[in-house]
């Protein structure tokens, strides 16, 4: 039992460049979230998607796009990367609304 | 919309002393609220959580915290550190559920021998 799965732990692109963080979960959970955290602001949403098949913008969606590709798994897609996405992103799961959420290893991103 | 205040960005504490970190959170009804703790370049690991019932709650490795309503407080306390302790630590707010959570700015801890 892997837990929550990032891929890559790290990636340095170019402004511009686009590229997609892999998220996957092996709990059979509903709900998975896409998070940034920057020095000094703690963590906040990006994305997230309540069940299989749905999507909802969180807190700082612009320059982000989102794929549920299945129960599983949950992408997070930059398709244009600017030096203010450098960051840390982390990766989320839960049964629900009312269960806690884990969270994977985290990707830093560093955007040139 | 709900908000977190971590109020201190940096606590050092003696191993073996008390440890006290503050979390005070803007929501209107009870609200979902976690403690999280972060090790350097890891993924943050869940100390306790409060969503209803007793106001005191037990959490992994020694640590307990107490939901306020009164002074919109859920507090994080161990009566003893270790220097494995030494980490950030995040307070969330869930606004009627644990799905999308407001995480305060967090309190870095360093212990000293």
């Known amino acids: 039992n892997a837990g929550v799965t990032q891929t890559p732990k790290f990636q340095v692109l170019k402004t511009g460049q686009s590229m997609t963080l892999q998220c996957a979960q092996d709990m059979n959970h509903n709900s998975m979230y896409w998070y940034r955290q920057d020095p000094g602001m703690g963590l906040r949403l990006i994305y997230y998607?309540?069940?299989?098949?749905?999507?909802d913008k969180g807190e700082v969606p612009n320059g982000y796009n989102v794929s549920r590709l299945n129960k599983r798994e949950f992408s997070l897609r930059l398709e244009s990367a600017a030096p203010s996405q450098t960051s840390v992103y982390f990766c989320?799961?839960?049964?629900?609304?009312?269960?806690?959420?884990?969270f994977g290893p985290g990707t830093r991103l560093t955007v040139l | 919309a709900q908000s977190v205040t971590q109020p201190d960005i940096h606590i050092t504490v003696s191993e073996g002393a008390s440890l006290e970190l503050r979390c005070n959170y803007s929501?209107?009804?009870?609200?979902?609220l976690f403690w999280y703790v972060q090790s350097p370049g890891q993924g943050l690991q869940l100390l306790l959580k409060?969503?209803?019932?007793?106001?005191l709650v037990q959490g992994i490795k020694g640590f307990e915290a107490e939901f306020k309503r009164s002074q919109s407080s859920f507090n994080l306390r161990k009566p003893s550190v270790h220097w494995s302790d030494a980490a950030e630590y995040f307070c969330?707010?869930?606004?009627?559920?644990?799905?999308?959570?407001?995480f305060g700015s967090g309190t870095q801890l360093t212990v000293l021998p």
């Open positions: 998607s309540a069940s299989e098949g749905t999507t």
């Open positions: 409060y969503f209803s019932g007793d106001t």
């Open positions: 969330a707010v869930g606004a009627g559920s644990a799905r999308q959570l407001t």
């Open positions: 989320a799961s839960n049964r629900g609304s009312t269960d806690t959420q884990y």
């Open positions: 929501y209107g009804a009870t609200p979902y």
